[in-house]
C-alpha cells in the first residue's frame, strides 16, 4: 500500500521511481494478452477476407451464371416465337392448303415447345423457392402420350431418327395424378433424347409394372440410340441422375439446360427415388428413374411412377363425355376480359360453338351487365383493370338478387401460381382456367356447365321425388309447391322476430314442423339445418348462436328459391299421372 502511495505520488511530482517486480510482471502479461488478442484479431481479418473474397467469387459466378441463363432463355425461346410471328404474318399469302397445313402445324408445335419452356422456367422458380405442389385430378394418360407422339414425330421429321410408341394394353384411359408434372417429365426426358441423337431411333415404352387395388406402377422409359456415356465415366458410380445430366449435358451447349435438373427433381416429387445404378431395383410401389448408358448404343432412362386408377368417386371436377355442340348452344356467356388478342380467341371459340356471348372491358362493366342481364356463366379476367377478377366475383357473391349472385364463375389468369387458385375458390370462383389453354379444355368445361343447366332447366328430369311424396300426384304437388313458397318463405324471414317476440320454444316448433316440408320438396340439406336448429333451442342456446343459424337457412332459401318456384310452374303445367 506504501509503495502504491509512493508511486502515485512520484507521478504527480513528476518524480521516477523504480518499477517493483510485481508492476513488471503485470506489464509482462498485459504485453502477452495484448500480443495473442492482436494475433488472434489478424487470424480473424485474413478469415474474413477469405470468406469476403470466396462471397464475391460466388456472387460474380452466380451473376455470370445468371446472365448465361438469360442468355441461353433468349436464344432457345426466340427460335419458336420466330416461327409462331414469322408464319402467322405469312398465312395470308399462303394459298396452298397443304402449305397452309404445314405452317398451322409448326405454329402449334412451337407453340407448344414455348409453353414447355415456359413451364420449365417457372417451375424452376418454384423449386428454388420450395412453392412446387403436387395438383392431382384425372386426365386421359393415353391421350397424352398421343400428343407427345403428334409433337415429337413432327420435330424429327428433319433427322433420320424414327419415334415409336408402346403402350401396353393394361394401361387404363383414365388416371388420376398430376398430368402436368408428368407431362414435364416426359417432355424434358423426350428432348434430351432428341438433341442426343442424329440417327436411328427414339422410342417410349409405357407398362404397368404393378397394380395394387386403385395404385399403379406405371414404367416410363425412353430409349435412344444418340450418344451414350462411356461405362467407365466415373459419374456413373453416383446414385444420382443428376450427375448424369451434368455430365451429358456438357456434351452439347444447346437448350435451356434446365429441363433434365427439373426432371429429377419433379420425379422425387412424384414419389420417385431417383437412382443411376440399373442394379437397384425400385421399392414396389415407390416410384424411381435409372439409367442405362453405352458410349456406342446411346441412352435407356426408365422413371417409375406410381397413378392412380380413376374410378369416378369423390372428385369435384368430373370428366364430362363429348356432347354435340346443340347443348352448347344453349349457353348465354358474359366474357370479362380487356386483352383484345385473348377476347378474340374466346369469340372464335365460342362463335364455332354457337354460343351466344357478350364482352365487357371490366369488373364494373361485368357487374352492370350482370344487373341488367341474366347469364349462365361468367368468364372473369383475373387481371382486369379497375376491379379485377376476385374483386368482381365478391360484388357478384354479394347481390341481392339468388339467380344472380349464384351465376356460375370461371377465372381465367394466365398466373400458375397455387394461391390465385386457392383465393378464387375463397372468394366463390367456381373453376379456375390457366391460359393458355386448349380448345378442348374450354369446351369440356362449358359442356359441364351446360349440362348442369340442362338438368336446372328440367326440374324433374328425376321425378322419384314426386312419385314418393306424391304419388305423382301433380295437384297435391303444386299446393305443396304454393303453401311453401307463398307462406313457408315469408314466415322463415321472419324466424329472428319470432325468438325475439315468443322465444326458443316457439322457434323450435316452427323449425320442427318445417322438417317434413323440406324433405317432400327434395331440400334434404335444409331440412337438416331446421333440424340443427330444433335441437339448439331445446337445448337452450344463446339467442346469437340461434340467428347465426336463422341466417344461414334465410341464404340458403335465398338461393333455392328460384329453383322451387320454377318446379312449381313445372308441375302446374302438368296432367295428372293417377288421372
Same mark, same amino acid.
Given at each position: 500500500?506504501?509503495?502504491?502511495?509512493?508511486?502515485?505520488?512520484?507521478?504527480?511530482?513528476?518524480?521516477?521511481?523504480?518499477?517493483?517486480?510485481?508492476?513488471?510482471?503485470?506489464?509482462?502479461?498485459?504485453?502477452?494478452?495484448?500480443?495473442?488478442?492482436?494475433?488472434?484479431?489478424?487470424?480473424?481479418?485474413?478469415?474474413?477476407?477469405?470468406?469476403?473474397?470466396?462471397?464475391?467469387?460466388?456472387?460474380?459466378?452466380?451473376?455470370?451464371?445468371?446472365?448465361?441463363?438469360?442468355?441461353?432463355?433468349?436464344?432457345?425461346?426466340?427460335?419458336?416465337?420466330?416461327?409462331?410471328?414469322?408464319?402467322?404474318?405469312?398465312?395470308?399469302?399462303?394459298?396452298?392448303?397443304?402449305?397452309?397445313?404445314?405452317?398451322?402445324?409448326? /405454329?402449334?408445335? @412451337?407453340?407448344? +415447345? =414455348?409453353?414447355?419452356?415456359?413451364?420449365? *422456367? #417457372?417451375? %424452376?422458380?418454384? !423449386?428454388?423457392?420450395?412453392?412446387?405442389?403436387?395438383?392431382?385430378?384425372?386426365?386421359?394418360?393415353?391421350?397424352?402420350?398421343?400428343?407427345?407422339?403428334?409433337?415429337?414425330?413432327?420435330?424429327?421429321?428433319?433427322?433420320?431418327?424414327?419415334?415409336?410408341?408402346?403402350?401396353?394394353?393394361?394401361?387404363?384411359?383414365?388416371?388420376?395424378?398430376?398430368?402436368?408434372?408428368?407431362?414435364?417429365?416426359?417432355?424434358?426426358?423426350?428432348?434430351?433424347?432428341?438433341?442426343?441423337?442424329?440417327?436411328?431411333? /427414339?422410342?417410349? @415404352?409405357?407398362? +404397368? =409394372?404393378?397394380?395394387?387395388?386403385?395404385? *399403379? #406402377?406405371? %414404367?416410363?422409359? !425412353?430409349?435412344?440410340?444418340?450418344?451414350?456415356?462411356?461405362?467407365?465415366?466415373?459419374?456413373?458410380?453416383?446414385?444420382?441422375?443428376?450427375?448424369?445430366?451434368?455430365?451429358?449435358?456438357?456434351?452439347?451447349?444447346?437448350?435451356?439446360?434446365?429441363?433434365?435438373?427439373?426432371?429429377?427433381?419433379?420425379?422425387?416429387?412424384?414419389?420417385?427415388?431417383?437412382?443411376?445404378?440399373?442394379?437397384?431395383?425400385?421399392?414396389?410401389?415407390?416410384?424411381?428413374?435409372?439409367?442405362?448408358?453405352?458410349?456406342?448404343?446411346?441412352?435407356?432412362?426408365?422413371?417409375?411412377?406410381?397413378?392412380?386408377?380413376?374410378?369416378?368417386?369423390?372428385?369435384?371436377?368430373?370428366?364430362?363425355?363429348?356432347?354435340?355442340?346443340?347443348?352448347?348452344?344453349?349457353?348465354?356467356?358474359?366474357?370479362?376480359?380487356?386483352?383484345?388478342?385473348?377476347?378474340?380467341?374466346?369469340?372464335?371459340?365460342?362463335?364455332?360453338?354457337?354460343?351466344?356471348?357478350?364482352?365487357?372491358?371490366?369488373?364494373?362493366?361485368?357487374?352492370?351487365?350482370?344487373?341488367?342481364?341474366?347469364?349462365?356463366?361468367?368468364?372473369?379476367?383475373?387481371?382486369?383493370?379497375?376491379?379485377?377478377?376476385?374483386?368482381?366475383?365478391?360484388?357478384?357473391?354479394?347481390?341481392?338478387?339468388?339467380?344472380?349472385?349464384?351465376?356460375?364463375?370461371?377465372?381465367?389468369?394466365?398466373?400458375?401460381?397455387?394461391?390465385?387458385?386457392?383465393?378464387?375458390?375463397?372468394?366463390?370462383?367456381?373453376?379456375?382456367?390457366?391460359?393458355?389453354?386448349?380448345?378442348?379444355?374450354?369446351?369440356?368445361?362449358?359442356?359441364?356447365?351446360?349440362?348442369?343447366?340442362?338438368?336446372?332447366?328440367?326440374?324433374?328430369?328425376?321425378?322419384?321425388?314426386?312419385?314418393?311424396?306424391?304419388?305423382?300426384?301433380?295437384?297435391?304437388?303444386?299446393?305443396?309447391?304454393?303453401?311453401?313458397?307463398?307462406?313457408?318463405?315469408?314466415?322463415?324471414?321472419?324466424?329472428?322476430?319470432?325468438?325475439?317476440?315468443?322465444?326458443?320454444?316457439?322457434?323450435?316448433?316452427?323449425?320442427?314442423?318445417?322438417?317434413?316440408?323440406?324433405?317432400?320438396?327434395?331440400?334434404?340439406?335444409?331440412?337438416?339445418?331446421?333440424?340443427?336448429?330444433?335441437?339448439?333451442?331445446?337445448?337452450?342456446?344463446?339467442?346469437?348462436?340461434?340467428?347465426?343459424?336463422?341466417?344461414?337457412?334465410?341464404?340458403?332459401?335465398?338461393?333455392?328459391?328460384?329453383?322451387?318456384?320454377?318446379?312449381?310452374?313445372?308441375?302446374?303445367?302438368?296432367?295428372?299421372?293417377?288421372?
Amino acid at each position: 500500500m506504501k509503495n502504491n502511495q509512493t508511486h502515485q505520488q512520484d507521478i504527480i511530482t513528476g518524480k521516477s521511481s523504480p518499477l517493483s517486480l510485481e508492476d513488471l510482471a503485470h506489464a509482462y502479461t498485459e504485453l502477452q494478452e495484448n500480443k495473442m488478442l492482436i494475433q488472434h484479431l489478424t487470424e480473424q481479418n485474413k478469415t474474413l477476407k477469405k470468406e469476403l473474397q470466396a462471397l464475391k467469387k460466388n456472387a460474380n459466378q452466380a451473376k455470370q451464371n445468371q446472365q448465361n441463363l438469360l442468355a441461353n432463355i433468349s436464344h432457345e425461346i426466340r427460335t419458336p416465337l420466330h416461327a409462331i410471328v414469322g408464319l402467322s404474318n405469312s398465312l395470308k399469302d399462303i394459298t396452298d392448303e397443304n402449305d397452309r397445313k404445314e405452317s398451322i402445324e409448326i /405454329i402449334e408445335n @412451337s407453340a407448344f +415447345v =414455348l409453353g414447355a419452356m415456359i413451364s420449365n *422456367i #417457372l417451375d %424452376t422458380a418454384k !423449386i428454388d423457392s420450395r412453392n412446387v405442389k403436387l395438383e392431382a385430378h384425372p386426365f386421359n394418360l393415353k391421350t397424352l402420350i398421343k400428343n407427345l407422339q403428334t409433337t415429337f414425330t413432327y420435330r424429327l421429321k428433319n433427322k433420320p431418327v424414327e419415334f415409336k410408341i408402346e403402350v401396353d394394353e393394361n394401361i387404363p384411359d383414365l388416371v388420376e395424378g398430376d398430368e402436368q408434372k408428368l407431362l414435364h417429365v416426359l417432355f424434358n426426358l423426350l428432348s434430351n433424347a432428341e438433341r442426343f441423337t442424329e440417327s436411328g431411333m /427414339i422410342k417410349l @415404352s409405357v407398362a +404397368v =409394372l404393378k397394380s395394387l387395388q386403385d395404385k *399403379i #406402377l406405371t %414404367t416410363f422409359t !425412353i430409349e435412344d440410340t444418340g450418344r451414350g456415356l462411356s461405362s467407365d465415366d466415373p459419374h456413373l458410380s453416383h446414385e444420382r441422375l443428376e450427375d448424369y445430366i451434368e455430365n451429358r449435358r456438357k456434351l452439347n451447349k444447346e437448350g435451356l439446360g434446365l429441363g433434365l435438373p427439373i426432371t429429377s427433381t419433379l420425379i422425387k416429387l412424384l414419389k420417385g427415388d431417383v437412382k443411376i445404378d440399373s442394379d437397384n431395383r425400385p421399392d414396389p410401389m415407390e416410384g424411381s428413374a435409372t439409367v442405362e448408358s453405352n458410349v456406342n448404343n446411346g441412352v435407356k432412362i426408365t422413371a417409375v411412377l406410381p397413378l392412380k386408377r380413376y374410378r369416378g368417386k369423390n372428385d369435384e371436377r368430373k370428366i364430362v363425355p363429348a356432347e354435340d355442340d346443340t347443348l352448347l348452344s344453349t349457353l348465354n356467356v358474359l366474357i370479362a376480359e380487356d386483352n383484345n388478342i385473348n377476347r378474340k380467341y374466346f369469340s372464335i371459340l365460342l362463335n364455332k360453338w354457337g354460343i351466344h356471348h357478350t364482352f365487357v372491358n371490366n369488373g364494373n362493366e361485368a357487374i352492370e351487365k350482370i344487373n341488367t342481364h341474366d347469364f349462365d356463366l361468367v368468364l372473369l379476367d383475373i387481371n382486369m383493370p379497375e376491379l379485377d377478377g376476385f374483386e368482381t366475383t365478391e360484388a357478384i357473391r354479394k347481390m341481392e338478387d339468388a339467380k344472380k349472385c349464384s351465376v356460375p364463375v370461371i377465372g381465367v389468369s394466365a398466373s400458375v401460381l397455387t394461391e390465385y387458385k386457392i383465393k378464387g375458390k375463397k372468394v366463390g370462383m367456381n373453376y379456375f382456367l390457366s391460359k393458355p389453354f386448349k380448345p378442348e379444355q374450354l369446351k369440356e368445361l362449358l359442356t359441364e356447365f351446360a349440362m348442369k343447366k340442362q338438368k336446372e332447366d328440367d326440374p324433374f328430369s328425376n321425378d322419384n321425388m314426386l312419385g314418393e311424396y306424391f304419388g305423382n300426384d301433380y295437384v297435391a304437388a303444386a299446393e305443396i309447391f304454393k303453401i311453401f313458397i307463398e307462406e313457408s318463405i315469408p314466415e322463415i324471414n321472419n324466424w329472428e322476430e319470432l325468438l325475439q317476440e315468443k322465444g326458443t320454444r316457439e322457434l323450435g316448433i316452427r323449425s320442427h314442423a318445417l322438417k317434413s316440408v323440406l324433405e317432400m320438396l327434395g331440400l334434404s340439406s335444409l331440412s337438416e339445418n331446421c333440424f340443427e336448429l330444433e335441437q339448439a333451442c331445446a337445448f337452450g342456446e344463446a339467442h346469437n348462436l340461434l340467428k347465426e343459424k336463422i341466417e344461414h337457412i334465410k341464404s340458403e332459401i335465398k338461393k333455392t328459391e328460384p329453383r322451387i318456384k320454377k318446379q312449381y310452374q313445372f308441375i302446374s303445367k302438368m296432367p295428372n299421372k293417377n288421372d
